[in-house]
């Protein structure tokens, strides 16, 4: 088990977490903050050498925190990776309850699904809250697998636990805009709702974390448009769901978050999105070098 992450100002000690996904691209900067906050953190992660689908592992981890927060994942929308993801998605978080039901302690669990659990719409006229729920999972194995994971959480009412939902973090360059939408929002606003989950969140409930509704070609201003009509072709050549994805629209609405977690998101996401995909191009590049 890894040691013991070191805090920052240990005269604001307020409690122990456990960080599952720590090392990824939420789960470094929700550590941070918590460090910053005074909380002690250990984090979980298979980079350093932890195992989601080990229990006893687990179990260890769990014996001296008060907190859980579960971002480990198999984050694939490739159908050839459907059971990997199911196995990890499901067991893991079945395993998070039950090593925290041998803790006997733990005050809470905040569990990271997805917005894209509430599924797509025809109409960028429609905002989906946390009451929504369009089309089929099972045609994706990453949302199938949080659909099952979330219900998990919801059959283990004995240890109190919080979903929350985030929408899109990380840009992804596109040399072509297609015509739906999608939710975007900084990753330290998705960091801050979390913790927020944590301190203000009710057992049971879901909360989206989202923020800014904005179309494919608003995203993407100098990429090539796509008209509405070649959907039915590129699905011919590319995963549907992706393309689906891309096609439709995927708008929601933060109102329950903002007024049961006391929170807002306060970030520029476009901006940062833009200064994230550039931080990690340079990272690429000394890589490779």
């Known amino acids: 088990m890894e040691k013991a992450l070191k805090r920052k100002n240990s005269e604001n000690f307020m409690g122990r977490c456990l960080v599952t996904g720590h090392t990824g691209f939420i789960g470094r900067v929700l550590t941070e903050k918590l460090l910053a906050l005074g909380y002690s953190v250990i984090g979980y992660s298979t980079s350093t050498g932890q195992n989601i689908l080990d229990i006893n592992q687990l179990i260890e981890a769990c014996s001296d925190v008060d907190y859980i927060y579960h971002l480990a994942a198999k984050v694939s929308f490739c159908k050839k990776d459907a059971q990997e993801i199911f196995v990890i998605n499901t067991k893991g978080t079945a395993n998070i309850f039950a ?6 302690h733990i005050k809470k669990i905040v569990f990271a699904s997805t917005a894209l659990v509430t599924g797509l719409t025809d109409s960028s006229n429609i905002l989906m809250d946390e009451t929504y729920f369009i089309g089929d999972p099972q045609t994706n194995p990453y949302v199938y697998s949080k659909c099952v994971a979330e219900s998990i959480c919801f059959q283990n009412p004995d240890i109190p636990s919080v979903i929350v939902m985030p929408s899109t973090t990380r840009a992804i360059l596109s040399l072509v805009a297609p015509p739906g939408g999608c939710n975007i929002i900084d990753v330290h606003d998705v960091a801050d709702g979390m913790i927020a989950a944590m301190e203000n969140g009710q057992p049971g409930n879901k909360y989206l974390l989202t923020d800014l509704n904005i179309t494919f070609r608003q995203l993407h201003k100098y990429a090539i448009p796509l008209p509405r009509w070649s959907r039915k072709i590129v699905r011919l050549f590319a995963n549907p769901f992706l393309v689906d994805n891309a096609f439709l629209y995927k708008y929601y609405i933060n ?7 006391y929170w807002t998101p306060r970030r520029d996401p476009i ?14 590049t000394a890589d490779v070098k």
């Open 271 to 284: 901006k940062n999105f833009t200064n994230w995909w550039q931080k990690d191009m340079k990272k690429q």
């Open 99 to 104: 090593a925290a039901r041998a803790a006997r």
């Open 255 to 261: 109102a329950k978050a903002r007024r049961e977690l």
